[in-house]
Protein backbone atom coordinates (compact mmCIF):
# COMPACT_ATOMS: atom_id res chain seq x y z
CA UNK A 1 0.00 0.00 0.00
CA UNK A 2 1.12 3.66 -0.93
CA UNK A 3 0.43 6.24 1.52
CA UNK A 4 -0.13 9.38 0.54
CA UNK A 5 -1.22 10.85 3.64
CA UNK A 6 -0.19 8.34 6.49
CA UNK A 7 3.53 8.78 5.57
CA UNK A 8 4.62 8.06 9.23
CA UNK A 9 3.65 4.25 8.88
CA UNK A 10 6.38 4.22 6.53
CA UNK A 11 9.14 6.72 7.59
CA UNK A 12 8.15 6.89 11.63
CA UNK A 13 10.21 9.65 12.54
CA UNK A 14 8.50 11.72 9.88
CA UNK A 15 7.36 14.57 12.02
CA UNK A 16 11.15 15.47 12.91
CA UNK A 17 11.71 18.07 10.22
CA UNK A 18 14.72 17.07 8.78
CA UNK A 19 13.34 13.57 8.17
CA UNK A 20 10.53 15.38 6.48
CA UNK A 21 12.26 17.16 4.22
CA UNK A 22 14.53 14.36 3.31
CA UNK A 23 11.93 12.42 2.34
CA UNK A 24 10.63 14.67 0.00
CA UNK A 25 9.47 17.53 2.05
CA UNK A 26 8.07 20.83 1.05
CA UNK A 27 9.43 19.96 -2.43
CA UNK A 28 5.42 20.56 -3.10
CA UNK A 29 5.81 24.63 -1.50
CA UNK A 30 9.51 25.30 -3.27
CA UNK A 31 7.46 24.12 -6.77
CA UNK A 32 4.34 26.14 -6.03
CA UNK A 33 5.98 29.50 -5.20
CA UNK A 34 7.79 28.71 -8.56
CA UNK A 35 4.32 29.06 -10.12
CA UNK A 36 1.80 32.03 -10.54
CA UNK A 37 -1.22 31.09 -7.63
CA UNK A 38 -3.87 30.98 -10.59
CA UNK A 39 -1.82 28.21 -11.65
CA UNK A 40 -1.25 26.17 -8.31
CA UNK A 41 -5.41 26.58 -8.01
CA UNK A 42 -5.71 25.27 -11.70
CA UNK A 43 -3.42 22.41 -10.00
CA UNK A 44 -5.68 21.61 -7.58
CA UNK A 45 -8.22 21.71 -9.82
CA UNK A 46 -7.25 19.62 -11.77
CA UNK A 47 -6.13 17.06 -9.17
CA UNK A 48 -10.11 16.46 -8.39
CA UNK A 49 -9.27 16.53 -4.51
CA UNK A 50 -12.60 16.82 -3.08
CA UNK A 51 -12.46 18.34 0.79
CA UNK A 52 -12.41 15.27 3.03
CA UNK A 53 -13.95 17.24 5.66
CA UNK A 54 -17.19 15.84 5.11
CA UNK A 55 -18.98 17.68 2.58
CA UNK A 56 -16.33 16.24 -0.53
CA UNK A 57 -16.38 19.80 -2.44
CA UNK A 58 -13.56 19.88 -5.01
CA UNK A 59 -10.72 21.97 -3.36
CA UNK A 60 -9.57 23.84 -6.19
CA UNK A 61 -12.71 25.12 -7.02
CA UNK A 62 -12.90 26.55 -3.20
CA UNK A 63 -9.68 27.58 -3.63
CA UNK A 64 -10.99 29.54 -7.13
CA UNK A 65 -13.81 31.41 -5.57
CA UNK A 66 -11.39 33.35 -3.60
CA UNK A 67 -11.82 37.24 -5.34
CA UNK A 68 -8.74 37.67 -7.21
CA UNK A 69 -8.81 41.22 -6.06
CA UNK A 70 -9.48 40.42 -2.92
CA UNK A 71 -6.58 42.22 -0.60
CA UNK A 72 -6.62 40.55 2.80
CA UNK A 73 -7.57 36.89 2.83
CA UNK A 74 -7.39 34.00 5.52
CA UNK A 75 -6.92 30.22 5.68
CA UNK A 76 -8.52 28.63 8.16
CA UNK A 77 -7.50 25.12 8.63
CA UNK A 78 -10.58 23.14 9.99
CA UNK A 79 -8.99 20.43 12.97
CA UNK A 80 -11.69 20.61 15.23
CA UNK A 81 -12.42 16.73 14.42
CA UNK A 82 -15.52 15.93 16.83
CA UNK A 83 -17.28 13.60 14.41
CA UNK A 84 -17.81 10.75 16.92
CA UNK A 85 -15.74 7.71 15.52
CA UNK A 86 -13.28 10.05 13.37
CA UNK A 87 -9.59 10.74 14.68
CA UNK A 88 -7.63 10.71 11.37
CA UNK A 89 -6.44 14.42 11.73
CA UNK A 90 -5.28 13.42 15.15
CA UNK A 91 -3.09 10.69 13.19
CA UNK A 92 -2.03 13.36 10.41
CA UNK A 93 -1.17 15.98 13.17
CA UNK A 94 0.58 13.83 15.64
CA UNK A 95 3.07 12.04 13.31
CA UNK A 96 2.82 14.05 10.36
CA UNK A 97 2.52 17.33 11.11
CA UNK A 98 4.77 19.39 8.61
CA UNK A 99 2.66 17.83 5.61
CA UNK A 100 -0.62 19.66 6.86
CA UNK A 101 1.25 23.04 7.64
CA UNK A 102 3.33 22.31 3.84
CA UNK A 103 -0.13 21.64 2.10
CA UNK A 104 -1.76 25.14 4.74
CA UNK A 105 0.74 27.08 2.96
CA UNK A 106 0.39 25.94 -0.44
CA UNK A 107 -3.29 26.76 0.30
CA UNK A 108 -2.11 30.27 1.28
CA UNK A 109 0.32 30.74 -1.86
CA UNK A 110 -2.47 29.92 -3.99
CA UNK A 111 -4.97 32.46 -2.61
CA UNK A 112 -2.59 34.89 -1.67
CA UNK A 113 -3.39 34.54 2.36
CA UNK A 114 -0.71 35.64 4.47
CA UNK A 115 -2.10 34.62 7.76
CA UNK A 116 -2.95 31.06 8.85
CA UNK A 117 -5.32 29.71 11.51
CA UNK A 118 -5.08 25.78 12.89
CA UNK A 119 -8.74 25.70 14.57
CA UNK A 120 -8.01 22.51 16.92
CA UNK A 121 -10.39 20.92 19.32
CA UNK A 122 -9.25 21.54 22.77
CA UNK A 123 -9.54 18.28 23.88
CA UNK A 124 -6.36 17.85 21.82
CA UNK A 125 -4.26 20.47 23.60
CA UNK A 126 -0.86 18.27 23.71
CA UNK A 127 -1.40 18.54 19.62
CA UNK A 128 -1.70 22.50 19.37
CA UNK A 129 1.46 22.22 21.74
CA UNK A 130 3.35 19.94 19.68
CA UNK A 131 1.98 21.97 16.41
CA UNK A 132 3.46 25.41 17.88
CA UNK A 133 6.78 23.65 17.78
CA UNK A 134 6.78 22.18 14.76
CA UNK A 135 5.30 26.14 13.26
CA UNK A 136 8.71 27.71 14.68
CA UNK A 137 10.74 23.97 13.25
CA UNK A 138 9.33 25.46 9.86
CA UNK A 139 9.91 29.11 10.19
CA UNK A 140 13.73 28.33 11.62
CA UNK A 141 13.83 26.49 7.75
CA UNK A 142 12.66 29.93 6.10
CA UNK A 143 9.10 27.91 5.13
CA UNK A 144 7.39 30.56 7.45
CA UNK A 145 7.24 33.85 8.62
CA UNK A 146 9.11 37.08 6.41
CA UNK A 147 10.10 36.58 2.53
CA UNK A 148 9.25 32.54 2.67
CA UNK A 149 11.47 30.83 0.29
CA UNK A 150 13.03 34.51 -0.35
CA UNK A 151 9.94 35.34 -2.24
CA UNK A 152 8.72 38.29 -0.39
CA UNK A 153 5.74 36.88 0.80
CA UNK A 154 5.21 36.62 4.32
CA UNK A 155 3.21 34.28 6.12
CA UNK A 156 2.05 33.12 10.03
CA UNK A 157 0.66 30.04 11.19
CA UNK A 158 -1.30 30.73 14.53
CA UNK A 159 -3.11 27.64 16.86
CA UNK A 160 -6.32 28.06 18.36
CA UNK A 161 -7.92 25.79 20.72
CA UNK A 162 -11.53 25.08 20.42
CA UNK A 163 -13.65 24.92 23.40
CA UNK A 164 -15.16 21.44 22.94
CA UNK A 165 -18.55 21.84 20.68
CA UNK A 166 -19.25 19.31 18.18
CA UNK A 167 -21.07 22.48 16.12
CA UNK A 168 -17.40 24.80 15.92
CA UNK A 169 -16.70 22.24 13.65
CA UNK A 170 -19.09 23.47 11.00
CA UNK A 171 -17.07 26.04 9.33
CA UNK A 172 -19.26 29.24 10.00
CA UNK A 173 -19.16 28.24 13.73
CA UNK A 174 -15.65 27.61 13.44
CA UNK A 175 -15.45 31.35 12.21
CA UNK A 176 -17.36 32.94 14.96
CA UNK A 177 -15.82 31.00 17.61
CA UNK A 178 -12.42 32.12 15.88
CA UNK A 179 -13.62 35.43 15.85
CA UNK A 180 -14.22 35.43 19.87
CA UNK A 181 -17.95 35.22 19.12
CA UNK A 182 -20.43 32.40 20.42
CA UNK A 183 -19.78 29.45 18.23
CA UNK A 184 -22.79 29.32 16.16
CA UNK A 185 -23.23 28.97 12.50
CA UNK A 186 -24.33 31.68 10.27
CA UNK A 187 -26.50 31.82 7.86
CA UNK A 188 -25.21 31.60 3.74
CA UNK A 189 -25.15 32.72 1.36
CA UNK A 190 -22.77 34.87 1.86
CA UNK A 191 -20.27 32.13 1.73
CA UNK A 192 -16.65 32.18 3.43
CA UNK A 193 -14.97 32.78 0.65
CA UNK A 194 -16.01 36.02 0.03
CA UNK A 195 -17.44 37.13 3.46
CA UNK A 196 -15.29 34.73 5.94
CA UNK A 197 -13.21 35.58 9.16
CA UNK A 198 -13.88 38.97 9.98
CA UNK A 199 -15.29 39.91 6.63
CA UNK A 200 -12.26 39.04 4.61
CA UNK A 201 -12.76 35.81 2.06
CA UNK A 202 -11.46 32.62 3.64
CA UNK A 203 -10.49 29.07 2.61
CA UNK A 204 -11.63 26.64 5.40
CA UNK A 205 -10.48 23.36 4.82
CA UNK A 206 -10.12 19.78 6.58
CA UNK A 207 -6.57 18.94 7.76
CA UNK A 208 -6.95 15.75 5.80
CA UNK A 209 -7.79 17.74 2.48
CA UNK A 210 -4.61 20.07 3.02
CA UNK A 211 -2.25 17.02 3.65
CA UNK A 212 -2.95 15.70 0.29
CA UNK A 213 -1.78 18.96 -1.28
CA UNK A 214 1.85 18.59 -1.28
CA UNK A 215 2.08 15.47 -2.85
CA UNK A 216 -0.33 16.94 -5.51
CA UNK A 217 1.96 19.96 -6.23
CA UNK A 218 5.55 17.61 -5.91
CA UNK A 219 4.32 14.50 -8.36
CA UNK A 220 1.78 15.96 -10.59
CA UNK A 221 -1.94 15.71 -11.04
CA UNK A 222 -1.69 12.55 -12.77
CA UNK A 223 0.31 10.93 -10.29
CA UNK A 224 -2.66 11.46 -7.73
CA UNK A 225 -5.25 10.34 -10.33
CA UNK A 226 -3.52 7.39 -10.40
CA UNK A 227 -5.12 6.39 -7.17
CA UNK A 228 -9.11 6.53 -6.30
CA UNK A 229 -11.40 6.80 -8.96
CA UNK A 230 -12.52 9.61 -11.67
CA UNK A 231 -14.66 11.16 -9.28
CA UNK A 232 -13.35 10.63 -6.38
CA UNK A 233 -9.26 10.63 -6.75
CA UNK A 234 -6.88 9.57 -4.09
CA UNK A 235 -6.74 7.66 -0.95
CA UNK A 236 -8.99 8.66 2.14
CA UNK A 237 -8.38 7.80 5.21
CA UNK A 238 -10.68 5.57 6.80
CA UNK A 239 -11.50 6.08 10.79
CA UNK A 240 -12.62 1.65 11.59
CA UNK A 241 -13.88 1.80 15.06
CA UNK A 242 -16.89 0.03 16.79
CA UNK A 243 -17.21 -3.96 17.42
CA UNK A 244 -13.81 -4.68 15.53
CA UNK A 245 -10.53 -6.27 16.66
CA UNK A 246 -8.46 -3.77 15.84
CA UNK A 247 -9.38 -0.41 16.13
CA UNK A 248 -7.79 2.84 13.97
CA UNK A 249 -7.18 4.13 11.00
CA UNK A 250 -6.68 2.73 7.50
CA UNK A 251 -5.65 4.39 4.83
CA UNK A 252 -7.04 2.75 0.87
CA UNK A 253 -7.32 4.45 -2.65
CA UNK A 254 -11.18 5.09 -2.99
CA UNK A 255 -13.26 2.75 -5.37
CA UNK A 256 -13.00 -0.70 -5.78
CA UNK A 257 -9.73 -1.52 -3.81
CA UNK A 258 -12.13 -0.10 -0.10
CA UNK A 259 -14.81 -1.94 0.85
CA UNK A 260 -16.89 -2.15 4.24
CA UNK A 261 -15.74 -5.85 4.36
CA UNK A 262 -12.03 -5.23 3.49
CA UNK A 263 -11.83 -2.48 5.80
CA UNK A 264 -13.40 -5.30 8.68
CA UNK A 265 -11.07 -7.59 7.45
CA UNK A 266 -7.91 -5.15 7.29
CA UNK A 267 -9.24 -3.54 11.02
CA UNK A 268 -8.75 -7.40 12.52
CA UNK A 269 -12.44 -8.51 11.86
CA UNK A 270 -15.29 -9.13 14.21
CA UNK A 271 -15.06 -9.01 17.79
CA UNK A 272 -15.89 -12.60 18.68
CA UNK A 273 -16.97 -13.33 15.04
CA UNK A 274 -20.16 -11.90 15.88
CA UNK A 275 -21.70 -10.66 12.11
CA UNK A 276 -21.91 -7.13 11.67
CA UNK A 277 -25.55 -5.79 11.68
CA UNK A 278 -25.31 -1.94 10.90
CA UNK A 279 -22.90 0.30 9.35
CA UNK A 280 -22.25 3.98 10.04
CA UNK A 281 -19.91 5.13 7.38
CA UNK A 282 -19.86 8.69 8.97
CA UNK A 283 -20.14 8.79 12.48
CA UNK A 284 -23.44 9.63 14.09
CA UNK A 285 -24.03 12.51 10.66
CA UNK A 286 -25.15 10.13 7.89
CA UNK A 287 -27.61 7.65 8.23
CA UNK A 288 -27.01 4.30 8.97
CA UNK A 289 -26.93 1.40 6.29
CA UNK A 290 -27.71 -2.51 6.88
CA UNK A 291 -24.80 -4.88 6.61
CA UNK A 292 -25.98 -6.78 3.56
CA UNK A 293 -23.50 -8.42 1.32
CA UNK A 294 -24.56 -5.10 -1.35
CA UNK A 295 -23.64 -2.96 1.18
CA UNK A 296 -20.29 -4.51 2.44
CA UNK A 297 -18.97 -5.11 -1.17
CA UNK A 298 -19.71 -1.50 -2.51
CA UNK A 299 -16.38 0.13 -3.60
CA UNK A 300 -16.43 3.34 -1.38
CA UNK A 301 -16.14 6.88 -2.82
CA UNK A 302 -17.98 10.06 -2.77
CA UNK A 303 -20.46 8.98 -5.30
CA UNK A 304 -21.30 5.14 -4.13
CA UNK A 305 -23.33 5.39 -1.12
CA UNK A 306 -25.54 8.17 -2.13
CA UNK A 307 -27.96 6.07 -3.39
CA UNK A 308 -28.55 4.45 -0.24
CA UNK A 309 -29.38 7.92 1.48
CA UNK A 310 -26.15 8.07 2.66
CA UNK A 311 -22.99 9.30 2.44
CA UNK A 312 -18.72 8.57 2.93
CA UNK A 313 -18.47 12.45 5.20
CA UNK A 314 -15.41 12.07 6.64
CA UNK A 315 -15.24 7.99 6.56
CA UNK A 316 -15.46 7.29 10.29
CA UNK A 317 -16.63 4.18 10.14
CA UNK A 318 -18.61 2.55 12.79
CA UNK A 319 -19.53 -1.10 13.10
CA UNK A 320 -22.19 -2.15 15.55
CA UNK A 321 -22.62 -6.01 15.49
CA UNK A 322 -25.81 -8.28 15.66
CA UNK A 323 -26.11 -7.49 19.37
CA UNK A 324 -26.96 -4.29 18.93
CA UNK A 325 -30.73 -2.87 19.41
CA UNK A 326 -30.71 -0.26 16.69
CA UNK A 327 -33.13 1.64 19.01
CA UNK A 328 -30.31 2.16 21.69
CA UNK A 329 -27.80 3.48 19.16
CA UNK A 330 -30.44 5.81 17.85
CA UNK A 331 -30.88 6.98 21.39
CA UNK A 332 -27.56 7.69 21.74
CA UNK A 333 -27.03 9.70 18.56
CA UNK A 334 -29.88 11.62 19.46
CA UNK A 335 -29.04 12.32 22.92
CA UNK A 336 -25.49 13.73 21.28
CA UNK A 337 -27.21 16.16 18.81
CA UNK A 338 -29.60 17.47 21.19
CA UNK A 339 -26.47 18.28 23.71
CA UNK A 340 -24.93 19.89 20.69
CA UNK A 341 -27.16 21.24 19.26
CA UNK A 342 -26.20 25.21 19.26
CA UNK A 343 -30.21 26.34 19.83
CA UNK A 344 -30.43 28.74 17.28
CA UNK A 345 -32.85 27.56 15.55
CA UNK A 346 -36.43 26.38 16.54
CA UNK A 347 -37.05 23.01 14.53
CA UNK A 348 -33.27 22.10 15.50
CA UNK A 349 -33.24 22.75 19.52
CA UNK A 350 -36.74 21.56 19.76
CA UNK A 351 -36.81 18.31 17.36
CA UNK A 352 -33.34 17.25 19.09
CA UNK A 353 -35.19 17.89 22.49
CA UNK A 354 -38.73 16.26 21.44
CA UNK A 355 -36.74 13.32 19.63
CA UNK A 356 -34.74 12.66 22.98
CA UNK A 357 -37.55 12.71 24.85
CA UNK A 358 -39.43 10.05 23.06
CA UNK A 359 -36.42 7.82 23.02
CA UNK A 360 -36.95 7.84 26.72
CA UNK A 361 -39.70 6.35 26.56
CA UNK A 362 -38.60 3.58 24.27
CA UNK A 363 -35.95 3.29 26.90
CA UNK A 364 -38.53 3.02 30.12
CA UNK A 365 -40.60 0.88 28.11
CA UNK A 366 -43.11 3.05 27.98
CA UNK A 367 -43.09 3.40 24.06
CA UNK A 368 -46.19 1.58 21.85
CA UNK A 369 -46.51 1.70 17.76
CA UNK A 370 -47.65 5.79 18.13
CA UNK A 371 -44.29 6.48 19.64
CA UNK A 372 -42.19 5.48 16.19
CA UNK A 373 -44.78 7.41 13.76
CA UNK A 374 -44.70 10.37 16.62
CA UNK A 375 -40.60 9.45 15.79
CA UNK A 376 -41.04 10.16 11.97
CA UNK A 377 -42.89 12.82 12.55
CA UNK A 378 -40.60 14.99 14.59
CA UNK A 379 -37.42 14.34 12.33
CA UNK A 380 -39.86 14.96 9.46
CA UNK A 381 -40.53 18.27 11.03
CA UNK A 382 -37.39 19.30 11.28
CA UNK A 383 -35.95 18.58 7.78
CA UNK A 384 -34.85 21.08 5.45
CA UNK A 385 -35.86 24.27 7.99
CA UNK A 386 -32.32 24.40 9.84
CA UNK A 387 -29.58 26.89 9.32
CA UNK A 388 -27.09 24.54 9.30
CA UNK A 389 -26.05 20.44 8.74
CA UNK A 390 -26.20 19.30 12.08
CA UNK A 391 -30.22 19.79 11.98
CA UNK A 392 -30.51 17.57 8.71
CA UNK A 393 -27.77 14.89 10.76
CA UNK A 394 -29.56 14.64 13.87
CA UNK A 395 -32.50 13.27 11.47
CA UNK A 396 -31.00 10.53 10.20
CA UNK A 397 -30.21 8.01 13.17
CA UNK A 398 -34.08 8.33 13.11
CA UNK A 399 -35.23 7.47 10.07
CA UNK A 400 -32.72 5.65 8.84
CA UNK A 401 -32.80 2.66 11.98
CA UNK A 402 -36.54 3.10 11.71
CA UNK A 403 -36.20 2.19 7.90
CA UNK A 404 -33.46 -0.45 8.16
CA UNK A 405 -34.42 -1.73 11.51
CA UNK A 406 -38.07 -1.58 12.23
CA UNK A 407 -38.06 -4.71 13.81
CA UNK A 408 -35.74 -3.78 16.49
CA UNK A 409 -38.41 -0.59 17.00
CA UNK A 410 -41.53 -3.31 16.80
CA UNK A 411 -40.15 -5.23 19.93
CA UNK A 412 -39.08 -2.07 21.98
CA UNK A 413 -42.44 -1.29 21.42
CA UNK A 414 -43.93 -4.80 21.56
CA UNK A 415 -42.70 -4.63 25.42
CA UNK A 416 -44.72 -2.04 27.02
CA UNK A 417 -48.13 -3.82 25.14
CA UNK A 418 -46.81 -7.32 27.00
CA UNK A 419 -46.51 -4.74 30.14
CA UNK A 420 -50.16 -3.79 29.47
CA UNK A 421 -51.75 -7.13 28.72
CA UNK A 422 -50.01 -8.88 32.11
CA UNK A 423 -52.44 -9.34 34.25
CA UNK A 424 -52.57 -6.74 37.32
CA UNK A 425 -50.91 -7.84 40.52
CA UNK A 426 -53.41 -9.14 42.97
CA UNK A 427 -53.09 -7.93 46.77
CA UNK A 428 -51.19 -10.23 48.65
CA UNK A 429 -49.22 -11.66 45.43
C1 LIG B 1 -22.11 20.02 12.60
C2 LIG B 1 -20.92 19.97 11.71
C3 LIG B 1 -19.69 19.58 12.20
C4 LIG B 1 -18.57 19.55 11.37
N1 LIG B 1 -17.37 19.15 11.90
C5 LIG B 1 -16.27 19.16 11.12
C6 LIG B 1 -15.00 18.82 11.68
O1 LIG B 1 -14.88 18.51 12.86
N2 LIG B 1 -13.92 18.84 10.84
C7 LIG B 1 -14.03 19.20 9.51
O2 LIG B 1 -13.04 19.24 8.82
N3 LIG B 1 -15.22 19.51 8.97
C8 LIG B 1 -16.34 19.52 9.74
N4 LIG B 1 -17.53 19.89 9.20
C9 LIG B 1 -17.55 20.31 7.76
C10 LIG B 1 -17.15 21.78 7.62
O3 LIG B 1 -18.31 22.59 7.78
C11 LIG B 1 -16.55 22.08 6.24
O4 LIG B 1 -17.38 21.56 5.25
C12 LIG B 1 -15.15 21.52 6.04
O5 LIG B 1 -14.28 21.93 7.06
C13 LIG B 1 -14.61 22.00 4.71
O6 LIG B 1 -13.33 21.45 4.48
P1 LIG B 1 -13.07 20.46 3.26
O7 LIG B 1 -13.64 21.12 2.03
O8 LIG B 1 -11.60 20.34 3.21
O9 LIG B 1 -13.77 19.20 3.58
C14 LIG B 1 -18.68 19.91 10.01
C15 LIG B 1 -19.94 20.27 9.48
C16 LIG B 1 -21.03 20.29 10.32
C17 LIG B 1 -22.35 20.70 9.74
S1 LIG C 1 -29.34 23.51 12.80
FE1 LIG C 1 -29.00 23.27 15.02
S2 LIG C 1 -26.80 23.43 15.29
FE2 LIG C 1 -27.26 24.26 13.24
S3 LIG C 1 -27.57 26.46 13.54
FE3 LIG C 1 -29.58 25.54 13.79
S4 LIG C 1 -29.77 25.13 16.00
FE4 LIG C 1 -27.61 25.51 15.57
Redesign the pocket.
Known sequence: MTYLVLRNRDIPDIKEIDSYIANGGYEGLKKAVQMQPEDVITTVRDSGLRGRGGAGFPTGVKWNFIPKDAEEVYIAVNADESEPGTFKDREIMEENPHQLLEGSLIAAWATKAETIYIYIRGEYWDIADLLDEKIEEARAKGFIGQSILGTGWNCEVYTHRGAGAY?CG?ETALLNSLEGKRG??RIKPPFPAVNGLYNKPTVINNVETLACVPYILDQGVEAFRQFGTEKSPGTKVFCMSGHVNNPGNIELPMGEEATFRKLIEMAGGMVDGIAPKGILPAGASAAILPATDEILDLPLDYESLQPYGTGLGSASVIILNETVDMVWAAQKMTTFFAH??????TP??EGTYWLERVYERFDHQMADDQDIILLDNVAGQMTGK???A??EFAVNPVRATIKHFPDDYKQAAARQAEQDAAPEPVAGD
Do not use: N, V
Open positions: IEQPESCGQCCRCICLG
